[in-house]
């Protein structure tokens, strides 16, 4: 690919380590972006040596613009890999309160999600700050498990975790439930993916495939939400 295709600016993806970050102070909102600083970033992504050109100019963020800043608030910085972020809302006729014990209590994500088929606590107090799970889940026949770290609990408002903070190129995917009070009574209920940095799994991928695998995520995020009303509603 010529230099010509390529974007005249690139911007590298951004991220750190949970460790020595303060959820009191740290300055971004829950589930959303960091603030760009004027003129964005310019620091170069590490890259495997098999991307090729066309892959590495599908995952680079040109222009990007952070998200209105929304309640609650999150430990980790990161810019989201281009292509792979969604979010999507539901309308549930509950408390938020009671929004929030179901989707804090990851054990039972399994009953909702059409991949993730349960979790087990590992560390802390279970659905606090620092606390940690791992995740199982399943497409067709492969099964695998993730641990997790609960970024952000904070009842009525948001529940987050980030995927493999322990590894050197984690955090992965941050997940991200945010409860509002709704106009009619209830509760909206936003679910946000996110990822920050190619899992290892994905790194092979093609940007088709890469964008395949996001349509299936936005999916099964429709079928989450709409699971867990009927649960929150029964």
Request: hydrophobic share 35%; net charge neutral.
């Amino acid at each position: 690919m010529g230099s010509t295709n390529r974007p005249s600016r690139r911007i590298g993806l951004r991220r750190s380590s949970l460790r020595g970050i303060s959820p009191m102070c740290a300055p971004r909102t829950c589930g959303s972006r960091a603030s760009m600083p004027a003129g964005g970033y310019t620091t170069r992504p590490r890259w495997p040596p098999w991307y090729g050109p066309r892959l590495r100019d599908a995952m680079l963020v040109v222009g990007h613009q952070p998200e209105p800043i929304r309640r609650g608030r999150t430990t980790v910085r990161a810019m989201t890999v281009h292509g792979m972020q969604h979010e999507t809302s539901v309308e549930i006729a509950a408390s938020p309160q009671a929004v929030y014990d179901l989707v804090s209590d990851v054990t039972r994500m399994g009953e909702w999600s059409p991949e993730n088929v349960g979790a087990d606590w590992t560390g802390g107090t279970p659905g606090t700050e620092g606390s940690t799970f791992e995740g199982h889940n399943r497409i067709g026949e492969r099964e695998w498990s993730v641990p997790c770290t609960v970024t952000v609990a904070q009842p009525q408002e948001c529940f987050e975790w980030v995927t493999r903070p322990g590894d050197p190129e984690g955090p992965y995917v941050r997940w991200t439930y945010r409860m509002a009070p709704a106009d009619t009574g209830g509760t909206s209920l936003t679910e946000v993916w996110d990822v920050l940095s190619l899992p290892p799994t994905l790194q092979p991928l093609s940007a088709e495939q890469l964008a395949a695998r996001a349509d299936v995520v936005r999916a099964d995020m429709a079928e989450t939400l709409a699971a867990i009303k009927a649960a929150a509603e029964s």
